[in-house]
């Protein structure tokens, strides 16, 4: 496993080795041990998640204020843009994002760590897209921040007005919300 360091040093990309030939290929998706010796973390995934959605569509941005998730993310057909946001308030990174494409061909994958609001926009005809997180879902402490925040500025690489579900049409500013220490 190759880890790529992103501008901000807690998100990482990990690239697998793959094998391919003219049958295919084949890479190990997960393997604790190699995660925990490439990152030098020491976590635990305790549940795994899977979306499917269609171009145009824009999840995000979302996190826990309790509970709070740390994500490993990655598209098993199709691309999106993914974007991570640190609102970690006593981070030297605070308010910074970093995207960068996941698709199916590189098969790529984004270290998310908790502290941080995750969005992703659908890039391709539609997208399966698959994340191991550190803690559990708990809808009474999610909380999302729009996607649009011009104090954040994030370039989604997306032209045009994306699909949003209503919870993430009522995001909050950055400067409005409830954020890590």
Not at 143 to 164: N, Q
Request: net charge negative.
């Amino acid at each position: 496993m190759k880890i790529i360091q992103t501008n901000i040093p807690d998100v990482i990309i990990l690239e697998p080795k793959v094998f391919g030939d003219s049958r295919g290929f084949f890479f190990e998706s997960f393997n604790q041990q190699a995660f925990n010796q490439a990152t030098g973390l020491d976590v635990q995934f305790v549940q795994d998640n899977h979306s499917r959605s269609a171009q145009g569509v824009l999840r995000g941005l979302h996190y826990q204020v309790q509970q709070a998730q740390g994500k490993l993310v990655r598209v098993t057909s199709g691309s999106v843009y993914d974007v991570a946001v640190d609102i970690r308030q006593s981070s030297p990174t605070f308010g910074q994002w970093e995207g960068v494409e996941l698709n199916a061909e590189n098969h790529r994958q984004l270290w998310v760590p908790a502290g941080f609001a995750h969005g992703f926009v659908v890039l391709s005809e539609s997208a399966d897209f698959l994340y191991k997180t550190t803690d559990y879902y708990a809808p009474e402490y999610e909380r999302c921040i729009a996607w649009d925040d011009p104090a954040i500025g994030i370039d989604w690489h997306f032209d045009g007005e994306p699909l949003l579900s209503g919870k993430d049409q009522q995001g909050a500013l950055l400067k409005d919300a409830e954020l890590f220490a």
